[in-house]
């Protein structure tokens, strides 16, 4: 029987995605693990694998097609034994492809019958219920293979995504109800969100320029999620903000001391720390010094994290992401700096993978380099803090008693005050501001 590949959920937040190229003509031979397609989601450019096997039939979506929505049929795979060339393109919706009629049978588009309203379509093994779970090519196929649902299993992996070895730990345990079963019970509704207050509509907008004094840039991807998860930050999270100095005079000698002692690696140093670098691990470990503030809100519950991941926002064409340092505590600053370089690399190429720019437990945020002083960041759920980081500069202070010069740089703390209120959120920045002015703690 012929196999639906569907538009796949990359992250378990996306919706839409844009199929940007096939990598697969109609006619090719397809393994499992094939790259077979690009898709762009508002963060990144990710390789789709093929999950089942058999004869590309039908490209049903385009290359270059806009916001595909997650489980629409974009292609159409023929089984073993099957004629290719007999398969049409499934019926709207996303019904099953049906063999094609003789071309002398064939009916004009406007008599064809439409598909009824019921009718599910022949899904590829990760989905069930009409729902698509979250989870690796192998562990798909595994799942497949041994007739699993993998909406049933818990994944392990990041973000909960499905791994091989929980699909085998199912096999084994029975805790995942076959596929055709858990198909047949309907899908609770999920309930309609509430709409975001919006400001005044385009047309409005426009009324009040000049005709032909402006130029129409239509949103991407990206700036449309930055816009929604912003809106929806500002309207939902109660922010509290919290502003300390701190002397980095310190901190410059040590990171000029590593940067000078790194051994060479390919006739290149094997690291070169920045301050946002150090900042990142002074962050990292004032959360683990106050772990109360390394939270997440949620209705019911408190989630209280075991791990400090720092996510660090890097600007790149048309918006921001925000790669994640795990576990950031417990890295050296050069493994730190070694990441955080191949990641804002490949987040600029937009090749980064979506567990590698979500979750985390906080993020840093630093327009220094442009000469900011301070500035309040908005935090991004579900993190319940992010640090606005200002630029390093020469200021006059008092030390006893007496007028000196030091280096200072502001910092502001931004927090979700349901999770983490003032006082907590004091004590954190006292902590931070610590480490950056005993920047030796970092390396013990």
Known sequence: MPTNILMPALSPTMEKGNLAKWLKKEGDTIKSGDIIAEIETDKATMEVEAVDEGVLAKIV???????????????????????????????????????????????????????PAAAAPTAT??????????????ARRIAKDAGLDLNAIKGSGPHGRIVEKDVEAAK??????????????PSAPKPAAAPLASG?????????????????????????????????????????????????DALLKLRGELNAAAPEKDGKPAYKLSVNDMVIKALALA??????????????????????????????PGGLITPII?????????????????????AKARKLKPEEYQGGTTAVSNLGMFGVKDFAAIVNPPHATILAVGAGEQRVIVKGGQPAVATVMSVTLSTDHRAVDGALGAELLAAFKGYIEKPMAMLV
């Open 61 to 115: 979506v385009p290359e270059g097609t806009a916001d595909v929505a997650v489980n629409e049929v974009i292609g159409v795979i023929a089984g073993e034994g099957e004629d290719a060339k007999s398969i049409s393109a499934p019926a709207a919706g996303g019904a099953a492809p049906a063999k094609a009629e003789a071309p002398k049978a064939e009916a004009p588009a406007a008599a064809a019958a439409p598909a």
């Open 125 to 138: 093994p990760a989905s069930a219920g009409g729902s698509r779970a979250f989870a690796s090519p192998l």
């Open 172 to 185: 084994k345990g029975g805790g995942a109800k076959a596929a055709s079963a858990a198909a047949a019970a």
């Open 200 to 248: 005044p509509s385009d047309e409005q907008v426009k009324k009040l320029f000049e005709p032909g004094s402006y130029e129409e840039v239509p949103h991407d991807g990206m700036r449309k999620t930055i816009a929604r998860r912003l809106t929806e930050a500002k309207q939902t999270v109660p922010h509290f903000y919290v502003t300390v100095d701190c002397e980095l």
């Open 287 to 316: 959360l683990r010094a106050v772990p109360d503030a390394n939270v997440s809100w949620t209705d019911n519950t408190m989630l209280k994290h075991k791990h400090a991941d720092v996510g660090v926002a890097v600007s790149i």
């Open 326 to 346: 795990r576990d950031a505590c417990h890295k050296s600053l050069s493994q730190i700096s070694n990441e955080m370089k191949d990641m804002a690399a490949r």
